[in-house]
């Protein structure tokens, strides 16, 4: 079954305390992406990846890392998290195709729940 | 700034009713429009997505949705709604410039349809 993973479904940790929100998809997708979503705000992109070892910043980078080691994994790290990280957290993926903005749909993951105390 | 506004943050319709959600964008170049669900606890369920051609687009579960360039609009519709529609749903836009994968999305309308 084509699907995108993501681990943990929740997740409450302290303040300053590492954390890594683990991505995988089994689609052969190049493009990746991370969102969080918050009430009033909706989806708001944090980082993506056009292929490995390629990523850039989306909207919201602030205080999180990314790493495209591998096609499918596409880890979410916040080193130090904070009480403002808490949100909903979504991992995606596409089919890169040929065109200029991409015009394929993207695939989500079930979803993050992380609460930073 | 390149957006998408929903303008309801709720709509409420009878089974059985027509049902419209609401969506408007302002981005440059040509769009690329998506609509996405997303029911409880679950993440987003791709809906339909318009790219170019013809103006109604059909999707998943009966819904379809009509592009109109005039008014910048990007509506969903579905001629009888089911209480199994209930959900939040999710419009979005594909950009040009920036993160070419990026998806602009708006705040999203909760559907509630009551038997």
């Known amino acids: 079954e084509a699907q995108v993973t993501q681990n943990p479904r929740y997740l409450i940790t302290v303040t300053g305390k590492k954390l890594t929100v683990t991505c995988s998809q089994n689609?052969?997708?190049?493009?990746m992406s991370w969102y969080r979503q918050d009430p009033g705000l909706g989806l708001r992109q944090i980082y993506y990846s056009m292929n490995v070892e390629v990523t850039d910043k989306g909207d919201v980078p602030e205080g999180y890392k990314v790493s495209r080691k591998e096609k499918r994994n596409f880890p979410l790290i916040l080193e130090s998290p904070s009480p403002n990280q808490t949100s909903l957290y979504f991992c995606a993926s596409s089919f890169r195709g040929d065109r200029y903005p991409l015009n394929t749909e993207a695939f989500f993951g079930q979803g993050t729940r992380l609460t930073v105390v | 700034a390149q957006s998408v506004a929903q303008p309801e943050d709720q709509v409420n319709v009878a089974e059985g009713n027509p049902l419209t959600v609401k969506c408007t964008y302002s981005v440059s170049g040509n769009p690329y429009l998506f609509w996405y669900v997303q029911y409880p606890n679950r993440g987003l369920q791709f809906l339909l997505k318009?790219?170019?051609?013809?103006?109604l687009v059909k999707g998943s579960y009966g819904f379809e949705a009509e592009f109109n360039k005039s008014q910048t609009s990007f509506h969903l519709k579905k001629p009888s709604a089911l209480v199994s529609d209930s959900a939040l749903y999710f419009c979005a836009v594909r950009p040009w410039g920036g993160s070419q994968g990026n998806l602009i999305f708006g705040k999203g309308t909760k559907l509630s349809v009551k038997p």
């Open positions: 689609m052969n997708h190049e493009y």
């Open positions: 318009y790219i170019t051609g013809d103006n």
